[in-house]
């Protein structure tokens, strides 16, 4: 069955610095990825998606994430972490018709 | 921009009492989906609905579990009798074509609250 870890709970940067979240997932076939965030009080928004070409894909607000087969991760990064990206991050699979979520990973933006 | 839309915002309902939970999908979208969270825990994919039936379940959907598009606009999560352990964020989705872009499409969730 397919799983998602993210291994970090919970990260703080400071603004300005450069981030990166962790996500390793278990699936059979090829993966469809996703990263979504979570705004407190907020829905889940898609940030950015992996179906198939090029490895590292731009989603929006800035960040990226880059896909790598050998290691079965899909980790997401931003240059330049802004105090507004303090949220909580998911990293997902789609297998067959529904997504199968990672725990999550609070980020904290220190001034 | 289209958005999912979900009310209410927070439910509070008491042990064993039948509660509705509505969604308005994006209009043009052909798959719809409720997912839930724990507090604490992961979100998890609960049911997913398309041409007027369940297309897949997990093992949380049970008998008490049902869901309904009563019109072309809504889509609804009932729970039957709740539990206290069905107290939770619920999640509805929705997805445009069966081919190409599979994300889904969330809305802000209804806190359910069973006391």
């Known amino acids: 069955a397919q799983s998602v870890t993210q291994p970090d709970i919970h990260i703080t940067v400071s603004e300005g610095a450069s981030l990166e979240l962790r996500c390793n997932y278990s699936?059979?076939?090829?993966?469809?990825l996703f990263w979504y965030v979570q705004s407190p009080g907020q829905g889940l928004q898609l940030l950015l998606k992996?179906?198939?070409?090029?490895?590292l894909v731009q989603g929006i607000k800035g960040f990226e994430a880059e896909f790598k087969r050998s290691q079965s991760s899909f980790n997401l990064r931003k240059p330049s972490v802004h105090w507004s990206d303090a949220a909580e991050y998911f990293c997902?699979?789609?297998?067959?018709?529904?997504?199968?979520f990672g725990g999550g990973t609070r980020l904290m933006v220190k001034p | 921009e289209p958005e999912v839309t979900q009310t209410p915002s927070h439910q509070v309902t008491q042990m064993g009492q039948e509660v509705i939970l509505r969604c308005v999908p994006i209009?043009?979208?052909?798959?719809f989906y409720w997912y839930r969270q724990i507090l604490g825990q992961k979100v998890e994919f609960l049911v997913s609905?398309?041409?007027?039936?369940?297309?897949?379940k997990s093992e949380i959907f049970d008998d008490q579990f049902s869901v309904e598009r009563p019109d072309g606009s809504n889509f609804t999560l009932k729970i039957r009798s709740t539990k206290l352990e069905d107290s939770a964020m619920y999640f509805c989705?929705?997805?445009?074509?069966?081919?190409?872009?599979?994300?889904?499409?969330f809305g802000p969730g209804t806190r359910l609250t069973v006391t």
């Open positions: 997902a699979v789609n297998a067959g018709n529904m997504l199968t």
């Open positions: 699936y059979g076939a090829t993966p469809y």
């Open positions: 992996y179906f198939s070409g090029d490895t």
């Open positions: 209009s043009n979208h052909l798959y």
């Open positions: 609905f398309y041409n007027n039936e369940i297309s897949e």
């Open positions: 989705a929705s997805r445009g074509d069966r081919v190409g872009p599979y994300e889904q499409y």
